[in-house]
């Protein structure tokens, strides 16, 4: 009894310490899903390698000691983004399935016969290139698929407020193309593509015809306004007292972006953010885009 305590308490402390790994490792370049994929994969293959060859309690209740975290996580995140939409769910479920589907690949091999040091090489090294070239591939393109909603709707009523008091309402925007971002001081991501919204800022902020707002929510204002203070990006800052305008467009999770055309629809939503994902690109096509379309009676 006390090996398959100790057993079970290795298989957690393993798994706990490969998600570690992982999410620093996406975290520390930009929240890139590229290197989640990559890292997943080879983390939790090895994690299966090494703890399939150990005794203890059935493979399927390890292989959940090792994936706890990763489906705590998905756990937790559906239920404060609840209801899911497609993306959403897809990019719950990605998280955890992709971590046990490859500590099982790894109990697996660890069960075949004569496996030996070459096996273990042979198995990693094929999972690192392959996942690195399926990342490539495929990531950019599903990031942001998963980000973007390009459902057109009504842009409802909104104020928030600069970090000196000046009331902003949507009203003031008639006619105008308009990118809203909300962001907070403690979001790894939201930080991130702030560099990316000020790249866009600096092509197009000069124009008459086009708004900017970096608007903090979700936060502290002290924190928010120290780090719009302290960050060198020039596009205008504001501030969300009481998230009133971040609830009233539906928005659940920072960082959330908006564009609005010079009808005062909403033409593309998009949440969260990835490195992989090219936002500058894309998002300043479509910005673009509504730039070039005549203003409403033109």
């Known amino acids: 009894m006390k090996r398959i305590l100790v057993s079970s308490a290795i298989d957690l402390i393993a798994g706990l310490a490969g998600t570690a790994v992982v999410l620093v490792a996406t975290d520390s370049l930009g929240v890139d899903l590229r290197v989640y994929l990559v890292t997943a994969v080879t983390v939790f293959l090895a994690i299966g390698l090494w703890r399939g060859g150990s005794e203890g309690l059935p493979a399927w209740v390890r292989l959940l000691l090792i994936c706890v975290m990763p489906f705590?996580?998905?756990?937790?995140?559906?239920?404060?983004?609840?209801?899911?939409?497609?993306?959403?769910?897809?990019?719950?479920?990605?998280?955890?399935?992709?971590?046990?589907?490859?500590?099982?690949?790894?109990?697996?091999?660890r069960s075949g016969p004569a496996f030996d040091r070459r096996r273990w090489v042979t198995a990693l090294g094929a999972a690192l290139v392959g996942s690195a070239l399926v990342a490539a591939v495929t990531m950019p393109s599903f990031s942001r698929w998963l980000a973007t909603d390009t459902t057109v709707r009504p842009m409802p009523p909104i104020a928030f407020e600069t970090f000196d008091l000046q009331t902003v309402r949507s009203e003031d925007w008639t006619g105008k193309v308009v990118l809203i971002d909300f962001w907070a001081s403690w979001c790894v991501p939201c930080v991130a593509e702030l560099r990316e919204i000020d790249a866009l800022y600096a092509r197009y902020g000069d124009r008459d015809d086009v708004v900017f707002w970096a608007v903090g929510a979700q936060d502290e204002r002290q924190a928010a306004e120290r780090f719009a203070a302290t960050s060198s990006y020039s596009f205008p800052w504001a501030w969300d007292p009481d998230n009133a305008a971040f609830d009233a467009l539906g928005t659940r999770t920072v960082p959330s972006l908006y564009l609005i055309d010079r009808q005062g629809r909403i033409r593309l939503t998009h949440v969260g953010y990835t490195v992989d994902e090219g936002l500058e690109e894309h998002v300043g096509r479509r910005l673009a885009e509504l730039i070039a379309e005549p203003p409403p009676g033109g």
Request: aromatic fraction near 24%; avoid cysteine; glycine fraction near 8%.
């Open 72 to 109: 705590y996580s998905a756990v937790s995140s559906g239920f404060r983004h609840w209801p899911l939409d497609a993306g959403m769910f897809l990019y719950t479920a990605l998280f955890p399935a992709t971590q046990w589907a490859f500590a099982a690949l790894g109990f697996r091999l």
